[in-house]
């Protein structure tokens, strides 16, 4: 698979991974016992929204790639927090299923806002012509 177009799509790829972590690390920081865990998965599906778009209005093709990068960081940065206590209950297991399930999780937002991107561009693009 050859990605054309290489100068926008790593600076947005990158912002996307980053602004990934940084939610990481406000969902496990909102995950305290009787901590407001559903204004962190709020503000998580927000941010999901934000540099989705940001990172498409960035990028001019290949979206779907880009876009995968902030379910990435999320997904490393929770699993990496979470690392010590899961080997410490000896359940190693545990590791890579919450970073598929983090994963899928959290890409469902930007891969749905980077199709409708796509599309709103492939459309805009058929009536120029």
């Known amino acids: 698979m050859i990605i054309r177009n ?6 947005a790829f990158i912002l996307s991974l980053l602004g990934g972590i940084v939610v990481g690390l406000f969902l496990k920081a909102s995950a305290v016992p009787f901590g407001p ?3 962190g998965l709020e503000v998580g599906a927000v941010a999901a929204a934000a540099v989705s778009i ?8 290949n979206y779907r790639k880009i876009v995968l990068g902030y379910p990435l960081g999320v997904a490393m ?15 190693a297991w545990v590791i890579p ?5 983090n994963f899928i ?16 561009n492939n459309q805009r693009n058929k009536h120029k012509e």
């Open 6 to 11: 290489t100068e926008a799509f790593i600076p």
């Open 37 to 39: 865990i559903i204004l």
């Open 54 to 61: 940001l990172v498409c209005w960035m990028a001019r093709s």
């Open 77 to 91: 940065t929770l699993c990496v927090i979470n690392f010590q206590g899961i080997l410490a209950e000896g359940r």
């Open 97 to 101: 299923a919450s970073f598929v399930v």
């Open 105 to 120: 999780m959290w890409s469902i937002i930007p891969l749905l806002i980077a199709s409708l991107w796509s599309y709103v």
